[in-house]
Structure formats: structure tokens, C-alpha cells
């Protein structure tokens, strides 16, 4: 959603998203983390979308796993997984019977990996801003009122000591 900023904007993101991901690379390595990108990388400049191609397949042995969302939108996800399962009837590899829960989830971009149990949002708001709503719906959410830049490993504690005092039902009493 951030593409409807301005085309300023948008290139400063770029170029702090490159830095970063250059970054994260390098530490990716020395880690051992895997690192998997959900969203549609296609609007993103050829060499950028090189980048996290070849950060998902150098590191897809590791088994610490970071879910980066990039160009990623959690109805248009939706969407798409729809339209890919609709795709994959017209072409007879599926029956429209067929379609569940599970099924719709393998054509999500989080295909294969688990829902998150815990969700940490900070910056104070209360909403989840079109962020994975398939997925978080039996997360845990902690809000934070500290500004992205400034949480730490404090309020990373804190968060954790939160969800560990609940008690997860996943929609029972």
C-alpha cells in the first residue's frame, strides 16, 4: 500500500529496503536464518527481486526462519490465492469440491509455514493494518506503545511475558 505514497517517497523506501536487505544478507549467513518473502515481488525492480530470490534459496537449509512482507497486502493475498485455485479448476488440476480451509491455504504466499502464535505490534495503534488476516486468526496480539525504530529487547521481553500469561482456547471457552 505504500506504492500510492509519493514517487519520492517511494524510491527513499526502495533505497532503505536494499540497504537493509544487503544487511540482512550478511547476517543471514553468519546466523544461519532463513529468510522467506510473502507478497508480490513482481512490482519490485528486477535487481531487488534478485536479491530475495537469492536470499530464499542460499538460505533455505537454515532452521531459524524470518517472514519478510514485501509489496504485500492481506485481502489482495486472499485474492490471489483464490484466483490461482480458480485458475488450477478451469485447467482441471483441482475439483471446485475440493476447496477448504487447508487447500486455499497452499496457494497463500505463507504456504508451508505455520501461523504465527503471536503477533507484536507496535507504534500504540490497535489495528492489524491488513496484515496477515488469514493467518492471525488464533494469533495473540500484544500492542505496543513504543515506535517501531525504538522497540528493543525490553519491550521484545515484555511482549513474550504477555503471551505467555494467556491462555490460547483457539475459539473454544
Known amino acids: 500500500e505504500n506504492w500510492k505514497r509519493s514517487a519520492d517517497e517511494v524510491a527513499g523506501i526502495m533505497k532503505l529496503l536494499r540497504r537493509y536487505l544487503e544487511e540482512a544478507l550478511q547476517d543471514m549467513e553468519k546466523n544461519k536464518v532463513?529468510?522467506?518473502?510473502?507478497?508480490?515481488?513482481?512490482?519490485?525492480?528486477?535487481?531487488?527481486?534478485?536479491?530475495?530470490?537469492?536470499?530464499?534459496s542460499r538460505?533455505?537449509?537454515?532452521?531459524?526462519?524470518?517472514?519478510?512482507?514485501?509489496?504485500?497486502?492481506?485481502r489482495d493475498e486472499?485474492?490471489?490465492?483464490?484466483?490461482r485455485f480458480a485458475e488450477d479448476v478451469a485447467a482441471g488440476r483441482r475439483d471446485p469440491g475440493e476447496l477448504t480451509e487447508d487447500v486455499l491455504s497452499e496457494y497463500l504466499?505463507?504456504?508451508g509455514v505455520p501461523d504465527p502464535e503471536?503477533?507484536?505490534?507496535?507504534?500504540?495503534?490497535?489495528r492489524i493494518s491488513n496484515f496477515l488476516p488469514w493467518q492471525t486468526v488464533y494469533s495473540e496480539f500484544v500492542f505496543m506503545d513504543v515506535l517501531w525504530p525504538d522497540?528493543?529487547?525490553?519491550?521484545?521481553?515484555?511482549?513474550?511475558?504477555?503471551?505467555?500469561?494467556?491462555?490460547?482456547?483457539?475459539?473454544?471457552?
Open 34 to 56: 532463513c529468510f522467506r518473502f510473502f507478497g508480490d515481488l513482481t512490482k519490485l525492480s528486477p535487481d531487488l527481486q534478485k536479491l530475495c530470490h537469492d536470499a530464499e
Open 59 to 74: 538460505s533455505s537449509d537454515y532452521d531459524v526462519q524470518v517472514n519478510f512482507c514485501l509489496n504485500y497486502g492481506g
Open 78 to 83: 486472499i485474492v490471489q490465492a483464490a484466483r
Open 109 to 111: 504466499y505463507s504456504a
Open 118 to 126: 503471536l503477533v507484536i505490534r507496535p507504534s500504540g495503534e490497535k
Open 151 to 173: 522497540f528493543g529487547p525490553e519491550e521484545m521481553d515484555a511482549s513474550i511475558e504477555e503471551y505467555w500469561r494467556r491462555s490460547r482456547r483457539f475459539g473454544g471457552a
